[in-house]
């Protein structure tokens, strides 16, 4: 392999690690890699210089630090669009045939049957991780991954109370944009699969860098609940 297809491989090595990790800074990523952190800055300035990746601008009080903090990198739709992407623009247009002619409930179908095909391939694997919650989350993110989503695990709030599902890639993002049912079948999905009431707060189809599902570990799935979504609908709970 030449030197520039090694370089080109490494670059495509921290585009999907700041894809499925980001935010995520320098350091974090030559520790993921093996790499020098010097290595690693001058892939990080190669994808910057391409728009591939951008320095992450956290919001909301408390979030800026006096000094220099580390920078943390999330990956642009660019960026994204660089992997892996199982969909075309003849999904969108079929999708907005079936909602002509047939109605709304018709996309609503629609998306509950893909997501079914996908849950029956989770379920053996979720399933083999045990009762656990959060061991179930983790099947399921590397599951997930294998299909392109590219999702991780992190554990949130006090005691391990809670996790949350990050999807750094999502395979259909240009027909999720215009139809949401397919995030709102997907959370439904999850919901079964891990047996407790999940929420979805954000999205890559609502314009945020990765999906975020939350996932409390401690409490028993019940009577189905709504939610909001972030998209400004509803979503029913399973």
């Known amino acids: 392999m030449s030197e520039t297809s090694v370089e080109s491989a490494t670059q495509d090595r921290v585009l999907r690690l700041v ?3 980001g935010p995520v ?3 974090e990523l030559a ?3 093996t790499l020098t952190p010097a290595g690693v800055r001058r892939h990080i300035a190669a ?3 391409d728009e591939r990746i951008v320095v992450h601008e956290p919001s909301g009080p408390g979030q800026r630090r006096r000094g220099r903090p580390a920078r943390y990198y ?9 992997l892996s992407h199982a969909y075309s623009d003849l999904a969108t247009h079929a999708l907005q045939f079936i909602g002509d002619v047939a109605g709304p409930d018709a996309v609503d179908h629609f998306a509950n049957q893909r997501v079914s095909g996908l849950e029956e391939r989770y ?3 979720v399933e083999a991780a045990g009762e656990d919650v959060a061991d179930r989350a983790r099947a399921l993110a590397g599951a997930l991954t294998q299909d392109g989503y590219a999702a991780t695990v992190r554990s949130v709030g006090p005691r391990g109370l809670a ?11 240009a027909v999720a944009e215009s139809y949401h049912q397919l995030c709102d079948a997907e959370t439904r999905a999850f919901s079964r699969l891990l047996g407790v009431h999940v929420q979805r707060l954000a999205t890559l189809a609502g ?3 990765v999906c975020t599902t939350h996932i409390p570990t401690t409490v028993p799935t019940g009577r189905p609940s709504t939610t909001p979504s972030p998209h400004g609908d509803e979503t029913e709970g399973i």
Request: glycine share 10%.
């Open 19 to 21: 894809v499925e990790h």
């Open 25 to 27: 800074s320098a350091a």
């Open 31 to 33: 520790r993921l890699l």
């Open 47 to 49: 994808l910057e210089r």
């Open 74 to 82: 999330v990956a642009t739709d660019a960026g994204r669009s660089g």
């Open 123 to 125: 379920a053996p694997v």
């Open 163 to 173: 996790v949350q599902l990050c999807q750094g890639n999502c395979p259909v993002l």
């Open 207 to 209: 314009g945020e860098h």
